[in-house]
């Protein structure tokens, strides 16, 4: 038995709903954009921040589940088009669009990582960029047979964001780096291996999934709550462990941390791209960063270097800052057009090698372009 919640939206970009169980209620939330594979939008960050702190404080719901219409994605990222107006539009900055849809989006992840009750994300399909945030932040994160991961930004000439500089910094080994640096896609067995996914369940469980959480009696304990979502998630999972794929990570991290291991960043970015390798997966890794912004490889390095200490708010305002900066900044929005606008692929990125990139330029990236940074009241 379902309870509507999208009242006086026609075909919602994001549909909640609450779901009757035992004991108590599921908020349901549904990413509903799957032409453009439920990218986010400022109005659908939004949405789901109202609703998250509306039920924050509902007794009646004891647990959420995040998931997304279509077959093809959970969210393939943020609405990159929009932050490329945004930039274009407004050269210098300040660049009011984008700047208040990452410091949306940064409080909307913060909020998924700290709430105390148990929410669910159902991670199939392609997960990247905005949608990894979305993931990442969530308790109980399920990932699929369909599930593609990967955070590309360094072709867009921008970086993983969205608690990246979180989640990256906690894989095993220099595996955070390897992806950072080259965008390369992982699949389920990688982000368990990673750290990015708790549970590994096939897709077609998942009307049985949500079925096993409606008989549950739920009480008012947030503790108990999580337990009881282990306790229905788990069954699922021993079902399904014939169905992992083989992972790309793990088998691979005696070359990852190898490449990864250089005198300073240009040598790493050296070692990467220069690999003579037939390994397909290796291969991608290497024509990623090959083709990407030598500028933003040396932010994406510096950024991670300089969270690796950071509690979760200073990573978000961190990454807040970085961001305004970057979207400022022309190669952003040249990496954005060669890539989504004219589809050439052949951007005119501003340095040929990350040695030609002048320290001071890199430096600014790293100083804060306003007074009060916007997530200072996390």
């Not at 947030?222 to 992992?244: I, K, Q, V, W, Y």
Request: with cysteine.
């Amino acid at each position: 038995m379902e309870k509507p919640l999208g009242a006086g939206m026609t075909n919602p970009t994001v549909q909640f709903d609450e779901l009757v169980a035992a004991s108590g209620r599921i908020g349901r939330v549904t990413l509903n954009a799957p032409a453009t594979l439920n990218s986010l939008t400022l109005q659908m960050v939004d949405l789901l921040q109202a609703k998250l702190d509306q039920w924050r404080h509902d007794d009646d719901i004891a647990a959420i589940f995040i998931d997304a219409a279509g077959d093809k994605a959970f969210c393939a990222g943020g609405d990159v088009q929009a932050l490329y107006r945004s930039a274009v539009e407004n050269p210098g900055g300040p660049c009011d669009y984008a700047e208040n849809f990452f410091a949306r989006e940064y409080r909307m992840n913060y909020s998924l990582h700290t709430y105390e009750k148990p929410i669910l994300c159902w991670g199939h399909g392609i997960v990247m960029g905005g949608g990894l945030g979305v993931m990442a932040g969530c308790a109980h994160r399920v990932v699929t047979e369909t599930t593609r991961i990967a955070m590309p930004e360094v072709t867009i000439a921008l970086f993983p964001d969205v608690g990246g500089s979180w989640f990256l910094n906690r894989m095993p080994g220099k595996a955070g780096l390897f992806l950072a640096l080259t965008g390369a896609s992982i699949n389920a067995a990688d982000a368990l291996y990673t750290g990015l996914a708790d549970r590994f369940i096939s897709s077609e469980h998942k009307a049985a999934v949500l079925d096993s959480l409606q008989q549950q009696a739920w009480t008012m304990s947030a503790a108990d709550n999580h337990g009881m979502m282990h306790h229905c998630l788990r069954p699922f999972a021993e079902r399904s462990l014939s169905t992992l794929p083989a992972g790309q990570v793990e088998p691979h991290m005696a070359t990852i941390n190898r490449l990864c291991d250089g005198d300073d960043v240009h040598q790493v970015i050296d070692n990467i791209v220069a690999q003579q390798t037939e390994d397909p997966w290796l291969s991608r890794a290497r024509d990623g960063l090959a083709h990407g912004s030598k500028l933003a490889a040396l932010w994406i390095h510096r950024q991670l270097w300089e969270t690796r200490h950071a509690s979760l708010k200073e990573v978000f305002q961190s990454e807040l800052q970085l961001a305004t900066n970057i979207v400022r900044f022309p190669e952003f929005a040249e990496g954005v057009r060669a890539l989504l606008i004219d589809k050439d692929r052949q951007p005119a990125w501003q340095f040929n090698s990350s040695r030609e990139v002048q320290g001071a330029l890199l430096d600014a990236f790293f100083h804060a372009p306003w007074e009060q940074n916007p997530l200072a009241n996390l």
